[in-house]
């Protein structure tokens, strides 16, 4: 899969097109598992390269490629439309979770719809926040007067605890990245 170049296409378009994808841990040889089988002949099946080194991105390619550090994702629809195309922006939180042993499927994929477009709806901004943080600290000094006093108090080094600080918070904006 490496170095495979062409098109691509964006995991969201994927999943609107053939349904949220199940994981699959192949414990054992693939090929004698049926299920998985079944998948790969019927084009359902999603190989997804991921690195363990460095910030590459994961990169999905529709079929089954055996590797070492590779993810699998059975769709419940062929994926026939999107053969030879690199899968770019996985995102993990549109695969459907597989079902606990005490519940029913139907509960963890019910709003797999809203999923998607919330996805698509999102933009991204940069906020831009103030926090002050205020301690009020006494000191003892000898001076003449209240002006020398003061700047006694000011030249004293110290590190004052801020654990008990009061702390206010304002937004200064909102901009769109």
């Given at each position: 899969?490496?170095?495979?170049?062409g098109?691509?296409v964006?995991?969201?378009?994927?999943?609107?097109?053939?349904?949220r994808p199940?994981?699959?841990?192949?414990?054992?040889?693939p090929?004698?598992?049926?299920?998985?089988?079944?998948?790969?002949?019927?084009?359902?099946v999603?190989?997804?390269e991921?690195?363990?080194?460095?910030?590459?991105?994961?990169?999905?390619?529709?079929?089954?490629?055996?590797?070492?550090?590779?993810?699998?994702?059975?769709?419940p629809?062929?994926?026939?439309?999107?053969?030879?195309?690199?899968?770019?922006?996985?995102?993990?939180?549109?695969?459907?979770?597989?079902?606990?042993?005490?519940?029913?499927?139907?509960a963890?994929?019910s709003?797999?719809?809203?999923?998607v477009?919330?996805?698509?709806?999102?933009?991204?901004?940069?906020?831009?926040?103030?926090?002050?943080?205020?301690?009020?600290?006494?000191?003892?000094?000898?001076?003449?007067?209240?002006?020398?006093a003061?700047?006694?108090?000011?030249?004293?080094?110290?590190a004052?605890?801020?654990?008990?600080?009061k702390?206010s918070?304002?937004?200064?904006?909102?901009?769109?990245?």
């Open positions: 899969m490496k170095g495979s170049k098109k691509s964006r995991f969201l378009e994927v999943v609107k097109a053939c349904s199940e994981p699959v841990t192949l414990w054992t040889d090929m004698k598992d049926r299920h998985f089988k079944s998948a790969v002949r019927q084009n359902r999603m190989t997804i991921q690195e363990n080194v460095g910030t590459r991105k994961d990169v999905g390619i529709i079929g089954f490629i055996k590797e070492r550090n590779a993810s699998y994702f059975i769709f629809k062929p994926l026939d439309a999107f053969t030879g195309m690199e899968v770019r922006g996985i995102k993990y939180e549109l695969i459907k979770q597989p079902a606990s042993l005490d519940s029913n499927d139907t963890n994929n709003d797999w719809a809203a999923d477009s919330k996805t698509k709806r999102e933009k991204r901004y940069c906020v831009t926040i103030r926090r002050i943080a205020a301690v009020n600290t006494s000191h003892e000094v000898q001076a003449k007067d209240q002006k020398t003061k700047e006694k108090a000011l030249e004293l080094e110290y004052p605890d801020f654990s008990n600080a702390i918070q304002q937004v200064l904006g909102v901009e769109e990245l």
